[in-house]
Structures are given as structure tokens and as C-alpha cells.
Nanobody, 121 residues
Framework: QVQLVESGGGLVQPGGSLRLSCAAS????????MGWYRQAPGKQRELVAT???????NYADSVKGRFAISRDVAKNTVYLQMNSLKAEDTAVYYC???????????????WGQGTQVTVSS
């Protein structure tokens, strides 16, 4: 069994900051990549940022320069530092991990339950 648990969401004023965390636990052999996605009401889920096991990062254009993704490999945890938040960043943020549960298994995507981020004055 694998679990991804997000934390750190909440209500923040425009221009403010939040830090999201996502910890993966359970029968994990190794994690290839982790990332953050978000889904606003009435919209499709979209990529926010990803980070590979080697530390390579990728960001959506809408968050470049404002968000930073990082990872603690030893703790199987990924973080998303969000600065200069805007109303349009309001969404449910989901964590995803591409991992395998054994040395011979396939990499499979696992998702967290999501955490709400609301940017409003």
C-alpha cells in the first residue's frame, strides 16, 4: 500500500505565500519523479511543477518565477513554495509520485487526496 498525504493548504491574501508538503509512505522501493498539479472549479487538472529523482525541475509558465518545487529524497517528500500568490492560483492542489514498489516492478503513478488553496482578500 502506498499513501501520499498533502498538507499546507489554506486561505491566503493576494501577494502572500504558502508552502505545500507531500509525504509518500508505504511499500516504496524507489520514486522516480514527484510533482504538483492543480484543478480549479470547472477546469481540467493541470501541471504546476515536477521534479525528477536527479533534481531536474519543470514548471507551468503561469507559475515560473513565483513557485519553487523541491524534494527530500530520504523522506520521500516533495514541497511547493508558492510566493506572490494570485486569485487565479486558487485550486485544489494534488501531489503525484511516479514510483515502484519493488525492484522488478513497473513505475506507477500515485496521487494524493488534494489540498485546497484559496487566494482571496
Amino acid at each position: 500500500q502506498v499513501q501520499l498525504v498533502e498538507s499546507g493548504g489554506g486561505l491566503v491574501q493576494p501577494g502572500g505565500s504558502l508552502r505545500l508538503s507531500c509525504a509518500a509512505s508505504g511499500s516504496i522501493f524507489n520514486i522516480h519523479a514527484m510533482g504538483w498539479y492543480r484543478q480549479a472549479p470547472g477546469k481540467q487538472r493541470e501541471l504546476v511543477a515536477t521534479i525528477s529523482s536527479g533534481g531536474s525541475t519543470n514548471y507551468a509558465d503561469s507559475v515560473k518565477g513565483r513557485f519553487a518545487i523541491s524534494r527530500d529524497v530520504a523522506k520521500n517528500t516533495v514541497y511547493l513554495q508558492m510566493n506572490s500568490l494570485k486569485a487565479e492560483d486558487t485550486a485544489v492542489y494534488y501531489c503525484k509520485a511516479s514510483l515502484r514498489t519493488s525492484a522488478t516492478g513497473w513505475y506507477t503513478d500515485y496521487w494524493g487526496q488534494g489540498t485546497q488553496v484559496t487566494v482571496s482578500s
